[in-house]
């Protein structure tokens, strides 16, 4: 019980305006957060070590109606918030510098838990930069590895679009809300990772794009990697700055080498200068994760395993194969019926017909605003 209660206050503290990391940071320090917190006066606040400004943005943001407004345009939009302190949060992500106290995701999440790389690079590539993105991108989609970048114009997009391309996983990580979606032009390859990979981001809803949130933005893509591959930078590129975080949290940093004469190289081959390993194929960053990459197959193996066994579970407690389905897409979180029925595929009397009857046989319930979880 004190777990959810400092998880619904870490979350409800996250998305107070002007609450930022080191904010958060400070009062667990101090000690658990708790519901007792939700009555707290702007004086109570100062007197925990917040400014007054800040005091004040936590006791409007701390309101029930304000709550109850983010969670339903989360639940509205199949948004999932994953914070610090729940046992799905990514391993890897929790070792590095500075892990976001909350990580919206839209998409696959089971991708948090799988073998990594990074790649990124410059906004924008010569056909070089966009040929090799593409060919490692493929290569180690095909080895099974998820291909991780920032949706960003020009070498992330590349590498995320061949990721796709293939039937590899691939996640984004942007740097704005997850509905404000940058670059604009981007939006057909966020509806695709969405359907086929994950969309995660640490901004609430709303938070447009700002340039001092990328910087930040890059140290997820590299802490939710075992190794960043910079495909093509120049000196200045900000995928330095991923590279940089790669380093700070242990990871390997990986790089392309280029024409010394184009200025697009510049970057890269000063990272091999200063021990960062070379790659001109996949395989020279493969080598590096084969006993990774072999559990990560028998992982799968026993998740396929555990899934097949479940699905035998519920068929013996009298579950038409249909209302199987349904409560699998149900173990993925909450859903409205307009959610379900994309899920689904099936049309309004059919899904309304499987829902009634799940709730009979008492395996799912359903919550205000025809919003659909198991029990």
Same mark, same amino acid.
């Given at each position: 019980m004190r777990r959810m209660e400092e998880r619904m206050m870490l979350m409800a503290l996250h998305e107070c305006e002007g609450i930022g990391w080191n904010s958060i940071d400070g009062l667990l320090k101090i000690g658990d957060l708790s519901y007792q917190m939700m009555n707290y006066s702007t004086l109570d606040w100062v007197n925990v070590g917040l /400014?007054?400004? +800040? =005091?004040?943005?936590?006791?409007?943001?701390l309101s029930k109606?304000? !709550?109850?407004?983010?969670? /339903?345009?989360?639940?509205?939009r199949g948004i999932e918030a994953i914070t610090i302190f729940d046992e799905n949060y990514p391993t890897l992500l929790k070792e590095s510098h500075q892990p976001p106290w909350v990580l919206y995701c839209l %998409?696959?999440?089971? @991708? @948090?838990?799988?073998? #990594?790389?990074?790649?990124? &690079?410059? /906004? !924008?590539p010569t056909a070089y930069g966009r040929k090799v993105g593409s060919v490692l991108a493929e290569e180690l989609c095909d080895a099974g590895v998820t291909v991780i970048s920032g949706m960003a114009k020009g070498i992330d997009s590349t590498c995320?679009?061949?990721? @796709? #391309?293939? &039937?590899?996983n691939t996640i984004a990580v942007m740097g704005t809300g997850m509905d404000v979606i940058y670059p604009a032009e981007n939006r057909s390859l966020f509806e695709r990772i969405v359907k086929q990979g994950l969309i995660v981001t640490e901004y609430p809803l709303g938070t447009p794009s700002h340039p001092g949130l990328f910087p930040q933005r890059n140290r997820i893509i590299a802490g939710l990697?075992?190794?960043?591959?910079?495909?093509?930078?120049?000196?200045r590129s900000g995928s330095?700055?991923?590279?940089?975080?790669?380093?700070?949290?242990?990871?390997?940093?990986?790089?392309?080498?280029?024409p010394v004469t184009s200025p697009k190289s510049r970057? =890269?081959?000063? @990272?091999?200068?200063? %021990?960062? +390993?070379?790659?001109?194929?996949? +395989?020279?960053i493969l080598e590096e994760y084969e006993s990774h990459l072999s559990q990560a197959i028998t992982n799968d193996d026993r998740l396929s395993s555990q899934i097949q066994k479940k699905s035998n579970q519920l068929l013996n407690e009298d579950l038409t194969t249909d209302e199987v389905e349904l409560y699998h897409i149900l173990e993925q979180g909450p859903f409205s019926v307009d959610q379900l029925l994309q899920q689904s595929h099936w049309d309004f009397g059919h899904l309304h017909s499987v829902l009634l009857s799940l !709730?009979?046989?008492?395996?799912?319930?359903?919550?205000? &605003?025809? !919003?659909?979880?198991?029990i």
């Open positions: /400014r007054p400004d +800040k =005091a004040e943005s936590v006791v409007r943001g109606e304000v !709550i109850e407004r983010q969670t /339903r345009q989360l639940t509205d %998409g696959r999440q089971e @991708l @948090l838990h799988t073998l #990594g790389v990074a790649m990124v &690079g410059t /906004r !924008i995320h679009e061949a990721a @796709l #391309g293939c &039937g590899g990697s075992v190794g960043t591959l910079v495909v093509e930078a120049d000196t330095l700055i991923t590279a940089d975080a790669a380093m700070d949290a242990g990871r390997d940093v990986f790089a392309v080498p280029g970057g =890269a081959l000063h @990272l091999i200068k200063q %021990g960062a +390993k070379m790659v001109t194929c996949g +395989k020279d !709730i009979i046989k008492k395996q799912i319930t359903q919550l205000p &605003g025809s !919003i659909y979880k198991i």
